[in-house]
């Protein structure tokens, strides 16, 4: 006969007077965290106490119990009660629901208040979302929500975000098979069609992080911080209906557009209307676009303006400003640094000087009818105007005494798509492509090595402009090879300084920071320059020994040459050989850092034109085998996506741009060939 199951008896319930509860010295609790005493007693008050105490009779010296009860579990409540009896919330005799464990039990105090803290289940961010949700519907606002319990009103939006996820994604997650970080990647889209699709590509793979969830999800909009936005405003895409992601988990810049064909109308509205302005100043023709190409302006001829003189209000603003600025640099000169509030004051003061001593132009109504003016967005996503250019054809008809300039198109304002950005006039052809199904370290296109030896060329340029020593010295050894050895053709440097254009480039190269230092130093020594061309040679000779170089190093810097370039037949191979040699020791001499100088690896720039192989081992040269084996299985074009965030902030660069040592090796990496003689630089042999 089968025994009975013995049946455990709970132990009771009863209300308690409060005054005859005391704190236990066995609560295993010691450390406060979480909820406060303070906020657990206020909600204590709005709802009331929803768990009872666990209690033990009080013993005296006999073993009889005294009336009094000790609380083992349940402290932070009997606490919060104590605080309301305090504040005369709660009477001291107000019964309180205790459960109550017989003296002398051989379960331990300390067992019964370790139980209760650590057998507790913290409530599914999942059940918390839906509660939420549940209340919301019932009533109460998210800031009645976030007060009730005790949380501020963005963790309230954060769970209720949730709702924008679909059902499918939240079982997956409900079921484990996603990570709460994953979850809360997908919030930031409401496409619940585009969500599966997402989870389905990256099931299928290693790489499950948020920020390619984000990415993939993200893909064809554009971030707040754009330049374009930056220019019309986001108010004005919002008012214009434009939709807007956002990520309530992240910081995520203002978050990302989604109609860049709304953003791009606005911008060209935008900028036609500042154009038709500029047109009204009587401009012979007005050009338009988000950006032109690097040296737009090599074939125009610029015509010279005035800066207008200062008021005398201005004047004295200045002198006023200049004034402050020394007293304060005297005041701190032994200081280390500025107090905070100094050093604010001193950026202020120097915003000013630099508004007040940037002066407009003027120019002469003559020059203005027969020149024009280019508008576009500048990199900060201002509004850039480059005034004052006349155009070949109009010089020309000016030196034959032709004075019936073609009408027409030349009084019209020239408005490129946004899709355009001067493409045509940059590039020669479609961007080259490599096929999917290419494999392994095939050499780099002409026309992609062309391209980032553009790069090199320009940052070359600024370096050796920034370097008036190592520019005069490139400067006699050309000279001097020139005279006595009578060799030519193969000069890295052009020493008649003729401007080498740059034609074939990347998109992000005019934006770049050695162009724009380049900019900066070019409208600097302009500034300087004596109006009256007589008077130009004793300017020049009343030049400090300093400054007589920098202006030596600056003119030749333009002639500085380290393109790559197609060549046929081994004559023409053999002297752009000698050229990326010399620019290989000009680079060295100026301890060159295209990392530095600002080129990173981009999908346009790099990682969408060369084979996955190439992606593999960027990644790996810069991140470790681990990281390239995490993108290994992915397809071409996400593999590229993948790379550029991994390889951001790295400074890796492709062998074309490393700068080598005069053994023809690269910093840091032993054992690569000098570039003359690499697989790149001899594609086209």
Same mark, same amino acid.
């Given at each position: 006969?089968?025994?009975?199951?013995?049946?455990?008896?709970?132990?009771?319930?009863?209300?308690?007077?409060?005054?005859?509860?005391?704190?236990?010295?066995?609560?295993?609790?010691?450390?406060?965290?979480?909820?406060?005493?303070?906020?657990?007693?206020?909600?204590?008050?709005?709802?009331?106490?929803?768990?009872?105490?666990?209690?033990?009779?009080?013993?005296?010296?006999?073993?009889?119990?005294?009336?009094?009860?000790?609380?083992?579990?349940?402290?932070?409540?009997?606490?919060?009660?104590?605080?309301?009896?305090?504040?005369?919330?709660?009477?001291?005799?107000?019964?309180?629901?205790?459960?109550?464990?017989?003296?002398?039990?051989?379960?331990?105090?300390?067992?019964?208040?370790?139980?209760?803290?650590?057998?507790?289940?913290?409530?599914?961010?999942?059940?918390?979302?839906?509660?939420?949700?549940?209340?919301?519907?019932?009533?109460?606002?998210?800031?009645?929500?976030?007060?009730?319990?005790?949380?501020?009103?963005?963790?309230?939006?954060?769970?209720?975000?949730?709702?924008?996820?679909?059902?499918?994604?939240?079982?997956?997650?409900?079921?484990?098979?996603?990570?709460?970080?994953?979850?809360?990647?997908?919030?930031?889209?409401?496409?619940?069609?585009?969500?599966?699709?997402?989870?389905?590509?990256?099931?299928?793979?290693?790489?499950?992080?948020?920020?390619?969830?984000?990415?993939?999800?993200?893909?064809?909009?554009?971030?707040?911080?754009?330049?374009?936005?930056?220019?019309?405003?986001?108010?004005?895409?919002?008012?214009?209906?434009?939709?807007?992601?956002?990520?309530?988990?992240?910081?995520?810049?203002?978050?990302?557009?989604?109609?860049?064909?709304?953003?791009?109308?606005?911008?060209?509205?935008?900028?036609?209307?500042?154009?038709?302005?500029?047109?009204?100043?009587?401009?012979?023709?007005?050009?338009?676009?988000?950006?032109?190409?690097?040296?737009?302006?090599?074939?125009?001829?610029?015509?010279?303006?005035?800066?207008?003189?200062?008021?005398?209000?201005?004047?004295?603003?200045?002198?006023?400003?200049?004034?402050?600025?020394?007293?304060?640099?005297?005041?701190?000169?032994?200081?280390?640094?500025?107090?905070?509030?100094?050093?604010?004051?001193?950026?202020?003061?120097?915003?000013?000087?630099?508004?007040?001593?940037?002066?407009?132009?003027?120019?002469?109504?003559?020059?203005?009818?027969?020149?024009?003016?280019?508008?576009?967005?500048?990199?900060?996503?201002?509004?850039?105007?480059?005034?004052?250019?006349?155009?070949?054809?109009?010089?020309?008809?000016?030196?034959?005494?032709?004075?019936?300039?073609?009408?027409?198109?030349?009084?019209?304002?020239?408005?490129?798509?946004?899709?355009?950005?001067?493409?045509?006039?940059?590039?020669?052809?479609?961007?080259?492509?490599?096929?999917?199904?290419?494999?392994?370290?095939?050499?780099?296109? $002409? =026309? *992609?090595?062309?391209?980032?030896?553009?790069?090199?060329? +320009?940052? /070359?340029?600024? @370096?050796? %402009? !920034?370097?008036?020593?190592?520019?005069?010295?490139?400067?006699?050894?050309?000279?001097?090879?020139?005279?006595?050895?009578?060799?030519?053709?193969?000069?890295?440097?052009?020493?008649?300084?003729?401007?080498?254009?740059?034609?074939?480039?990347?998109?992000?190269?005019?934006?770049?920071?050695?162009?724009?230092?380049?900019?900066?130093?070019?409208?600097?020594?302009?500034?300087?320059?004596?109006?009256?061309?007589?008077?130009?040679?004793?300017?020049?000779?009343?030049?400090?020994?300093?400054?007589?170089?920098?202006?030596?190093?600056?003119?030749?810097?333009?002639?500085?040459?380290?393109?790559?370039?197609?060549?046929?037949?081994?004559?023409?191979?053999?002297?752009?050989? $000698? =050229? *990326?040699?010399?620019?290989?020791?000009?680079?060295?001499? +100026?301890? /060159?850092?295209? @990392?530095? %100088? !600002?080129?990173?690896?981009?999908?346009?720039?790099?990682?969408?034109?060369?084979?996955?192989?190439?992606?593999?081992?960027?990644?790996?040269?810069?991140?470790?085998?681990?990281?390239?084996?995490?993108?290994?299985?992915?397809?071409?074009?996400?593999?590229?996506?993948?790379?550029?965030?991994?390889?951001?902030?790295?400074?890796?660069?492709?062998?074309?741009?490393?700068?080598?040592?005069?053994?023809?090796?690269?910093?840091?990496?032993?054992?690569?060939?000098?570039?003359?003689?690499?697989?790149?630089?001899?594609?086209?042999?």
């Amino acid at each position: 006969m089968a025994s009975a199951i013995q049946k455990i008896v709970l132990n009771a319930s009863r209300d308690i007077p409060f005054n005859r509860l005391v704190l236990s010295q066995s609560n295993v609790r010691r450390v406060k965290a979480g909820l406060s005493i303070e906020e657990l007693a206020r909600d204590i008050e709005r709802r009331g106490l929803l768990q009872s105490l666990n209690v033990r009779p009080v013993l005296n010296g006999e073993g009889a119990e005294t009336g009094a009860y000790e609380v083992p579990a349940g402290g932070r409540r009997f606490r919060a009660l104590e605080l309301l009896v305090k504040q005369k919330k709660l009477a001291k005799t107000a019964p309180v629901p205790c459960v109550v464990r017989e003296a002398g039990s051989a379960i331990l105090a300390e067992d019964d208040s370790l139980a209760e803290n650590v057998q507790r289940v913290a409530l599914h961010p999942l059940d918390q979302f839906r509660a939420f949700r549940d209340m919301l519907e019932k009533g109460m606002s998210e800031e009645e929500i976030a007060a009730a319990f005790f949380v501020v009103p963005a963790v309230v939006k954060q769970r209720l975000r949730l709702m924008t996820v679909s059902d499918k994604l939240l079982e997956i997650y409900e079921q484990d098979g996603m990570k709460l970080e994953q979850l809360m990647a997908f919030s930031i889209s409401d496409d619940h069609a585009r969500q599966e699709q997402v989870w389905e590509i990256i099931a299928q793979s290693h790489n499950r992080e948020p920020y390619l969830i984000r990415r993939m999800l993200t893909e064809k909009t554009v971030r707040a911080s754009d330049r374009r936005v930056r220019f019309v405003g986001l108010d004005a895409y919002l008012a214009a209906g434009g939709p807007v992601m956002r990520d309530l988990f992240e910081a995520d810049d203002g978050g990302w557009l989604q109609d860049p064909t709304l953003l791009d109308r606005l911008v060209m509205e935008k900028l036609s209307s500042a154009a038709e302005d500029i047109r009204a100043e009587g401009w012979k023709w007005v050009e338009t676009a988000l950006s032109f190409p690097w040296g737009h302006t090599r074939d125009f001829v610029e015509i010279e303006g005035t800066p207008v003189a200062l008021s005398e209000e201005e004047v004295v603003r200045l002198t006023a400003l200049h004034s402050e600025q020394e007293t304060i640099e005297a005041e701190y000169a032994q200081a280390d640094e500025f107090p905070e509030e100094i050093d604010s004051r001193l950026g202020e003061i120097e915003q000013a000087i630099e508004a007040l001593e940037e002066r407009p132009v003027s120019f002469d109504p003559a020059d203005v009818v027969r020149a024009g003016v280019f508008v576009s967005l500048d990199t900060d996503g201002t509004l850039l105007v480059e005034r004052g250019f006349v155009r070949p054809e109009d010089v020309l008809a000016e030196s034959e005494n032709r004075h019936d300039a073609p009408k027409g198109d030349d009084d019209a304002v020239v408005c490129h798509s946004a899709g355009d950005d001067g493409e045509g006039d940059r590039r020669e052809g479609a961007p080259d492509t490599e096929p999917e199904e290419e494999d392994g370290l095939k050499p780099l296109s $002409e =026309r *992609l090595l062309t391209e980032l030896t553009a790069w090199r060329t +320009l940052a /070359l340029r600024d @370096a050796f %402009a !920034g370097n008036p020593h190592v520019g005069l010295t490139e400067l006699l050894h050309t000279l001097v090879r020139d005279l006595y050895w009578q060799v030519s053709g193969a000069d890295c440097l052009e020493a008649y300084v003729r401007e080498i254009p740059l034609q074939v480039h990347s998109p992000d190269m005019p934006g770049s920071l050695p162009a724009h230092a380049l900019r900066q130093r070019n409208e600097g020594w302009k500034h300087d320059l004596p109006e009256d061309e007589d008077a130009l040679w004793q300017w020049l000779d009343g030049l400090d020994d300093t400054s007589r170089l920098a202006l030596l190093a600056h003119c030749l810097s333009f002639g500085v040459n380290a393109l790559y370039e197609s060549s046929h037949g081994p004559s023409l191979a053999r002297s752009v050989r $000698e =050229r *990326l040699a010399r620019a290989d020791r000009l680079a060295t001499a +100026l301890r /060159l850092d295209l @990392a530095e %100088a !600002g080129w990173q690896p981009t999908v346009e720039n790099y990682l969408g034109r060369v084979t996955k192989a190439r992606i593999l081992e960027a990644v790996r040269e810069a991140r470790g085998d681990e990281a390239a084996d995490r993108i290994a299985h992915l397809k071409k074009a996400d593999m590229a996506q993948a790379a550029e965030r991994l390889l951001d902030g790295s400074g890796w660069l492709p062998e074309a741009l490393r700068t080598r040592d005069v053994s023809g090796q690269s910093e840091g990496d032993e054992g690569l060939t000098d570039m003359s003689d690499s697989p790149d630089a001899v594609a086209a042999e």
